[in-house]
């Protein structure tokens, strides 16, 4: 198919329903539209995926966008068919057969853009054929996959720097929501794109509330913290499979619909999950790092973390699934001594070489430092990927209870000097046992009952020292042995003999109550009875639509979608035009629907709003 082209601010209303660009997607279209190559740095949710469609759509030829997700291809091939536009994948997921069939069509110019993973690309003979397609661009997404500093190295990613020399001239994108500025030097140069400008939209998420405790109860902790989210979809992350399963089993004895999803499962199962978590409301996925990646589910209104993650960018990545619909969502987290004593073992006993050890161990240490913070998470967050944040952000638990610090130099040097006059092997339970004077049969049979700390600490309770000892490790005075037990580092020596100071942070109970929204969040309102009457038949609608389908509602419109349409209340096709998301293809198959719903609603009879939205109503078959 010959692109429709025309010019980007038409393709933007006409296509996909938006009367403005936001922030540089315009500077970046700009610059591909004329040519040129671009390293596009965009949060989660900030509309980097449009910076190449609409190109795409606009040049000659086909956009060929190289992504590591399977399910992200999916999705959004499915929402741009949605919104009229011609797109295909290639992946393991498609039989002989509908591969050949999508291989002739895109041979025939029927598709304005395809989604090809980097293994794919690269086999032998394909960028034969991509080369009879007429490139348009090459967009790399998730192109922090090409560090091999990251958390998520994929070394095909390699390998991509070498479409400049096969395709000169043709533009191409390295695109993602993760890099840190030794990760945007890598993309630079191992993709070779040379003086290729940065763009870089901000890594803020002003709707995400973010808060981090003191892991006591995971369990009790979990069910706890949703309570302020019933009916509310989210995803909640685990360290290992099995602990995915126990939670998932925790959250269904309590009502939640929640499953488990890990690497273990087999792949229909995943798919179930995957498919279940996108098309129904108020499903909670438990899962390891396998879940996520790809899921383009706006409406996600918090991410929970029962175990500390390897890094901030791993973190950054894990929590930006929330909220991408710009309303609020929460990011939250437990975390314990445990979890850096796992980590730190996790690192030690590796097989890598002791220069990338070294890196491990600082991006873990920026983490422990994230969640031991004493000022605005925000701000620490979006500086360790070089931005500045101004002020408090008033959206994150230390913003909205002040933390308190006190001195605990003291109290430091006894969990040190304990440390060392028990040789430097026991775990934080035993030290804490030592220095409160609790003689168990262990600390007699190493004799640590004769140590000169031992009862030193009978002023604390235990939960206190093993709390300090948490946050020695966080400041790097103690790190951990093959064994999971503690020892002292270099910076240890000068806070025994006084000549540092310890601020410890004071543990604070968490609040019940939901956080507030923040101020440069998404406002979407409806006024009274009347308005919410009609935004649920609408919702009901746009279910049935989905169904209909066979897509997610969100792929049908956005609430921000639904919102528009109460505000507004069109009458009719070219009044719909102005609603937000709404094209001309949606339009043609969805206005009538909608319209008839506005019509029916309007005059507020609230018996007659569940029959008025769930009615069977005809789908068109227009492409």
């Not at 619909?325 to 796992?342: K, N, R, S, T």
């Not at 430092?369 to 008033?394: I, N, S, T």
Request: net charge negative; glycine share 10%; charged share 25%.
């Amino acid at each position: 198919m010959e692109n429709s082209g025309g010019g980007e601010m038409e393709v933007l209303r006409r296509v996909f329903g938006f009367t403005a660009f936001r922030g540089d997607q315009e500077a970046v279209i700009r610059q591909v539209m004329e040519g040129g190559d671009a390293i596009v740095i965009m949060p989660t949710g900030g509309g980097k995926s449009l910076c190449y469609q609409l190109p795409s759509i606009c040049r000659s030829g086909t956009g060929i966008v190289v992504s590591p997700l399977i399910a992200l291809m999916a999705n959004q091939v499915s929402a741009l068919e949605q919104s009229g536009v011609s797109a295909t994948f290639l992946n393991s997921t498609l039989d002989p057969v509908e591969s050949s069939r999508r291989m002739s069509g895109l041979e025939a110019g029927q598709y304005d853009l395809l989604y090809v993973a980097p293994e794919r690309l690269l086999m032998d003979g394909f960028l034969d054929f991509v080369e009879g397609l007429n490139p348009a661009l090459f967009a790399i997404d998730e192109a922090h996959c090409v560090s091999q500093w990251g958390h998520d190295f994929r070394p095909e990613y390699l390998q991509l720097g070498a479409l400049v020399e096969r395709f000169p001239g043709v533009p191409r994108m390295a695109l993602t929501a993760t890099a840190d500025g030794k990760t945007r030097e890598e993309i630079r140069e191992r993709l070779r794109l040379g003086d290729a400008p940065l763009f870089i939209g901000g890594f803020d998420r002003p709707n995400i509330h973010y808060a981090v405790m003191e892991k006591t109860s995971p369990n009790r902790q979990l069910l706890q913290f949703l309570k302020r989210h019933e009916g509310e979809a989210g995803i909640v992350y685990a360290l290992s499979r099995k602990r995915t399963e126990q939670f998932a089993e925790t959250l269904r004895t309590q009502g939640y619909e929640a499953h488990a999803y890990h690497a273990g499962l087999d792949a229909a199962e995943r798919t179930r999950v995957q498919d279940l978590f996108l098309k129904e409301d108020g499903v909670i996925v438990v899962a390891t790092i396998a879940f996520g990646m790809g899921i383009d589910k706006p409406d996600v209104r918090f991410v929970a973390h029962l175990d500390l993650p390897k890094s901030v960018e791993a973190y950054y990545q894990e929590t930006g699934r929330a909220g991408r619909d710009g309303e609020p969502a929460e990011a939250w987290m437990v975390y314990g001594l445990q979890d850096a004593v796992l980590l730190r073992n996790f690192i030690n006993q590796s097989e890598a070489e002791e220069v990338i050890k070294r890196v491990e161990h600082g991006k873990l240490d920026a983490l422990l430092g994230f969640c031991e913070a004493v000022e605005c998470r925000r701000k620490l967050l979006l500086a360790y990927f070089g931005e500045e944040y101004p002020a408090p952000c008033g959206n994150c638990d230390v913003c909205q209870n002040e933390v308190a610090i006190e001195d605990g130099t003291e109290a430091a040097r006894k969990a040190l000097s304990c440390v060392f006059r028990t040789d430097q092997r026991f775990g934080a339970a035993y030290l804490a046992n030592v220095l409160t004077g609790e003689a168990d049969d262990r600390i007699r049979q190493f004799g640590h009952d004769q140590v000169s700390t031992f009862g030193i600490g009978q002023d604390w309770p235990k939960a206190r020292w093993t709390n300090l000892y948490r946050q020695l490790v966080a400041r790097g005075f103690l790190d951990v042995n093959e064994y999971g037990g503690l020892k002292l580092t270099a910076d240890a020596w000068p806070l025994l003999r006084g000549e540092l100071e310890f601020a410890m942070r004071v543990t604070q109970k968490a609040s019940a109550k939901r956080p507030q929204k923040s101020k440069a969040g998404v406002e979407l309102r409806l006024e009274s009875e009347r308005d919410e009457a009609l935004f649920e038949a609408l919702r009901n609608r746009r279910k049935a639509l989905a169904e209909a389908a066979g897509v997610p509602a969100f792929v049908v419109c956005a609430d921000r979608s639904l919102y528009d349409l109460v505000r507004l209340r069109p009458r009719n096709a070219g009044e719909l035009l102005g609603v937000h998301g709404f094209g001309e293809t949606k339009v043609e198959r969805y206005g009538a629907a909608f319209l008839e719903v506005i019509a029916e609603v309007g005059s507020f009879d609230p018996t007659s709003v569940a029959d008025t939205a769930k009615k069977q109503i005809p789908i068109s078959d227009s492409p």
